[in-house]
């Protein structure tokens, strides 16, 4: 039920002009990843993993990319997030990819779970790379660590799930 409500909610915002026209062919794209995903046999907890990873990546990038451009305005992260995970899981629904009640996990969609905890994943890995950067005076400890630290628990949640739903 709470499912339908955000669904209902983020359909709301995707009636504004500017959030309609951020990248429907992403929204394609990913649709594609996710089918191509589940015809190469990938669980659709761990194509949600990297899934939440990628949203949270654009994200970031976004809200980098207004801030030097000092683009501001009340709630703009809280709204940048909203349309990106709009973007995504909206239409995977309205598609019928999630929503399938033999497709779940602990109860839970198994793409939905996923992009959750990929989300949360990755982020983490993120904010751990920077409080790490900022105890070593601004600098990371080895080459393309920025990249690493968020992927690092990505990959071992694949694995996890890999073990758990073969």
């Not at 709470?2 to 995707?14: D, R, S, W």
């Not at 994200?59 to 992260?77: A, D, K, T």
Request: with cysteine.
């Amino acid at each position: 039920m709470n499912f339908l409500v955000l669904i209902a909610t983020a359909l709301q915002f995707a009636l504004i002009g500017a959030a309609q026209a951020v990248c429907p062919v992403c929204t394609v794209a990913v649709s594609t990843g996710v089918g191509l995903s589940r015809w190469l046999g990938v669980d659709d907890t761990i194509t949600g993993l990297w899934l939440g990873g990628l949203i949270v990546s654009l994200i970031i990038w976004s809200i980098n990319w207004m801030e030097e451009r000092h683009i501001l305005f009340p709630g703009r992260n809280l709204f940048t997030i909203f349309v990106y995970y709009l973007l995504a899981v909206v239409p995977l629904h309205l598609a019928g990819v999630t929503g399938h009640p033999d497709n779940t996990l602990f109860g839970i969609d198994k793409l939905v779970l996923g992009t959750v905890l990929g989300s949360g994943a990755f982020y983490a890995g993120a904010v751990w790379y920077e409080r790490i950067k900022q105890s070593n005076l601004g600098h990371a400890n080895f080459p393309f660590q920025k990249v690493v630290m968020p992927i690092a628990p990505l990959i071992l949640l694949t694995f996890l799930f890999y073990l758990a739903t073969k």
